[in-house]
C-alpha cells in the first residue's frame, strides 16, 4: 500500500481546521481524524487506545440505514469496538490501492461540526469519498458517525458514537 511520509507537507485536508482557534475543537478534531486515520493506516490499535472513556464507551451501528428502529447497540464495550476496528484495519492494509489510501481517506473526511456544552461534546464526522484499488475496483467511503465525547481531567475522550450512519441521513445507501 502506498503510504504518506510524516515529512510530507499535509494537504488541506490534513489540516487540523480549529488550530489556533479554539483549543478543544482542535483537541477533538486531531483525535477523531489525525490519530484516528493514522492509526487505522498502520493497523495499530495502540496510536488510539488512550482516546476512549474504557469504563463508559458504547457504539451504535446503524447499517447505513436511516431508520432508527433499526440500528443496534453493535458494541456494548470497548473490546467488541477494539476487535472490528483492528479487523477492518487489518483488512485494510492487506488491500493493494492504486493511489496513496491514507491520502483518499483524509480527502473523504469531513468533521467540521463539533458541539461542546461544558465538558461534553458531540462531533460530527462525515465521509464520502473513494479508494481506488490496484484492481480496477474501488472502496467506497460514504457514512458519518457522530461520537460521544467527554473531557476528563484535562483531555477529551470518546465516550460512545452513533456510526455507520447513512451520509446524508434520511436517506438509504
Known sequence: MKMVSDMQALSDSQTNPFTGDDEDRAAIWDMLVLRDINAFVAADWSQVAGDFDEPAFFGVDAGKVS??????????????????????????????????????????????????NGDRAVAHKKFDGRIRKADGGENRMLWQTLYFCVRKEGSWKICGFAGYLPNPLGEAS
Open 67 to 116: 431508520n432508527p428502529d433499526d440500528w443496534k447497540l453493535g458494541f456494548p464495550d470497548l473490546g467488541s469496538y477494539r476487535e472490528r476496528w483492528l479487523s477492518q484495519a487489518e483488512i485494510f492494509r492487506a488491500t493493494e490501492f492504486a493511489e496513496d489510501a491514507r491520502a483518499a481517506i483524509f480527502d473523504a473526511t469531513r468533521l467540521t461540526e463539533i458541539d461542546i
